[in-house]
């Protein structure tokens, strides 16, 4: 035969046998294929990014615990002073991050004045979440109406995840009120609720009353007398002593101050009988030995206080909506990037720099974390209890509107919590919405 028709020969059974071998390998692709959709759903053990599925964000939590565990057992290196450290990178590895963003600077709007507890949540919780998104974050404090000029503005922003908004109840129960032209529980996107309330019942050093029943009895026996400071009309600690009054079937005189600092002059110069505060703003006065604790305002028993001093819940009586702070943005932004902030939020709240802000003041001790889908659940259904509550105080909500602070002076307190401006208590008192809450 001739070499040619041999080598002719020769390249067709080759590449018959490749033409078999390239069926036989489809046809293994195709089994291995229906192999992998047919295997069980739970031998898929890769975390899912998707923003809309629970299990994912779990994960995500779980992983972040995971790095917090390894920095508290001196794993990884922590160091605030860094632009980045072995936390930060490894936080930046368990966050699935949108494609391309950030890009540029987070704003956070503040409702409140520097200084008070919203600003230094937002402040303390946006230091390092800065450091995880590796962009800066600009702080703007827009006082005015218990926060409510802040969401106004985010409102003017663009939902593309640049702008939130540093959240409190009394924007819920403004909320319930209808003192806005919007309503903030359907018209914002809730990313991440994570302080609860710490507020506590405070007298001074020498009050006539020694325990929380003395000043209840009293304020039976002599409606209106009692006086009560809290930061202003229409918030949460109006709401809470409402409540109580109406338990008593007594009423108590509520005195407004928008600023702590007043509210603690008011209380060591005379001029009111009761506080009711967060108990880390004021321990320094209580640490002096200027005031003591009657009562802790929800139900929990702070014992780096006092563990001898009873909380209202333990005491038999409602504890109506409490102060919480947390983070909202606006409801068109990507659900990606808003579990992106909520992950980034939840994982600062979790590092050294912010764990020791909340125990310096307290916050540790109530918790109040809730992701964005139990942050509203939540506000809603304190929106209904204000508004049940407003309708059977028979709440004037006109109240609410253009209140100003009259004028005055008050005895100055060796602290630099009380280096705001005084203001009158006499007869009803008002407050400028533009201080620190």
């Known amino acids: 035969m001739e070499p040619g028709r041999i080598r002719f020969i020769q390249r067709c059974a080759l590449l018959c046998v490749l033409a078999m071998l390239a069926v036989a390998c489809g046809d293994g692709g195709d089994d291995a294929a229906t192999d992998e959709a047919d295997a069980p759903a739970d031998e898929a053990d890769a975390p899912t990014d998707d923003p809309e599925g629970g299990a994912g964000q779990e994960e995500v939590l779980a992983a972040i615990d995971d790095v917090a565990e390894r920095i508290e057992a001196g794993e990884l290196s922590y160091d605030s002073s860094a632009d980045t450290d072995e936390a930060i990178d490894a936080l930046r590895e368990v966050i699935p991050q949108p494609e391309g963003y950030p890009a540029r600077s987070l704003e956070v709007v503040i409702g409140f004045g520097e200084g008070g507890g919203s600003d230094s949540y937002t402040r303390n919780v946006g230091f390092d979440a800065s450091r995880i998104m590796g962009e800066n974050i600009i702080y703007s404090n827009v006082p005015g109406a218990s926060g409510e000029v802040a969401l106004g503005q985010m409102f003017t922003r663009a939902p593309d995840g640049y702008t939130v908004a540093s959240a409190i109840t009394n924007q ?8 806005q032209p919007y309503s903030f529980v359907d018209d914002v996107a809730f990313i991440i609720r994570q302080q609860g309330p710490t507020e506590v019942y405070w007298v001074t050093e020498d009050s006539q009353f020694e325990t929380f029943e003395d000043m209840l009895d009293f304020a039976v026996e002599n409606p209106g007398e009692v006086t009560v400071s809290g930061s202003g009309i229409g918030s949460d600690d109006e709401f809470r002593l409402l409540s109580l009054g109406s338990e008593l079937d007594t009423e108590f005189g509520y005195v407004p101050f928008d600023s702590v600092g007043d509210r603690i002059s008011a209380l060591l110069g005379g001029d009111i009988d009761v506080l009711h505060e967060t108990g880390g703003t004021v321990f320094d006065v209580y640490q002096d030995g200027q005031i003591r604790p009657l009562a802790y305002g929800g139900d929990i028993v702070f014992e780096d206080i006092d563990p001898d001093i009873p909380s209202v819940a333990d005491l038999g009586y409602e504890v109506p909506i409490g102060r919480w702070r947390g983070m909202v943005g606006l409801p068109d932004t990507d659900p990606e990037i808003l579990d992106y902030l909520h992950n980034i939020f939840y ?3 979790q590092l050294p720099s912010y764990k020791e802000f909340e125990e310096e003041f307290f916050q540790h001790v109530a918790g109040g974390y809730l992701n964005g889908e ?9 929106r209904e209890e204000v508004q049940a509550l407003a309708e059977e105080f028979g709440y004037d909500t006109e109240t609410v509107d253009d209140v100003v602070v009259e ?4 005895t100055t307190v060796d602290s630099q919590l009380a280096s705001a401006p005084r203001g009158s208590v006499s007869g009803t008192v008002t407050y400028e919405p533009t201080g620190s809450t």
Do not use: C, W
Not at 374 to 382: G, N, Q
Not at 407 to 410: A, L, M, N, T, V
């Open 407 to 410: 004028e005055d002076e008050f």
């Open 374 to 382: 139990e942050f509203e659940e939540e506000a809603r259904r304190e």
């Open 347 to 349: 994982a600062a709240a």
């Open 172 to 179: 819920v129960i403004n909320d319930a009120l209808e003192t």
